[in-house]
């Protein structure tokens, strides 16, 4: 700064240019805010952009879309094949099939094996958190001739970034962490399950089913289950 000015001039210089700094600092951080605002039921206080359609819309059988590094490809199955969980025995009080076809399964109460389960509402769900034993399933299907149906009426991949859960609203997507190694996976939640086996009672304990591409990512496919944590992420369309 010149030194042909007076102190007092300097000084003033100093805290204009101060000020100046302030407000371009203020003006970005609300720009961040306002972008990616924290929300109730976030994950690390965060919103999770996402890239692409990722609702069914009147018409369509396929769509695709993004949320942060982790990408979904949805297809809607044909009515004849058959369920995942063979054991849903109606939903909403209807055939399964016709629940499906009438698009009422959202968060309908269904019946498995005589056992009535109420999903939790919409609003409820953005809040859901919970830590428990996870585990994957569906990897047979990979060797059977026909497709498998979930819950709301997707196709099942495998291999796709998806799950089952008894109480959230289909479809969901939801944060899974790995509470022994720390890894995370965002899945689509898009099935009913897991509940109790002949084999093994306690399996209905589990709290979420996820698919072998996710219990891959996740570290615990040969293990077969884990203690994870399940976050709902609330999401902001982008172009």
């Not at 953005?126 to 498998?148: C, F, M, P, V």
């Not at 897991?194 to 570290?219: E, M, V, W």
């Amino acid at each position: 700064m010149p030194y042909f000015l007076s102190r007092s001039i300097r000084i003033k210089f100093r805290s204009l240019i101060a000020l100046v700094v302030m407000i371009l600092v203020l003006a970005a951080c609300s720009t961040v805010k306002k972008t990616y605002r924290a929300g109730k039921g976030t994950v690390n206080g965060a919103l999770w952009v996402v890239t692409g359609a990722y609702k069914f819309t009147k018409g369509t059988t396929k769509l695709a879309y993004k949320i942060g590094k982790f990408s979904f490809d949805v297809a809607m199955a044909p009515l004849d094949w058959p369920l995942m969980n063979e054991h849903i025995e109606e939903i909403d009080g209807l055939p399964v099939k016709e629940a499906i076809r009438q698009g009422r399964v959202k968060n309908s109460p269904y019946t498995v094996k005589g056992k009535r389960y109420h999903p939790m509402t919409v609003a409820k769900a953005q809040e859901y958190e919970e830590e428990g034993i996870a585990s994957w399933y569906g990897n047979e299907t990979l060797r059977q001739k026909d497709g498998h149906m979930t819950a709301n009426g997707e196709a099942f991949n495998p291999k796709a970034l998806s799950a089952a859960h008894k109480l959230l609203p289909l479809p969901t997507n939801v944060m899974v962490t790995n509470l022994k190694n720390g890894r995370s996976v965002i899945v689509r939640v898009n099935d009913r399950g897991p509940f109790p086996s002949i084999h093994n009672a306690k399996s209905g304990d589990r709290i979420i089913d996820l698919s072998t591409a996710a219990a891959k990512k996740l570290g615990f496919y040969r293990q077969g289950t884990a203690h994870v944590r399940v976050q709902a992420i609330e999401l902001v369309e982008t172009g």
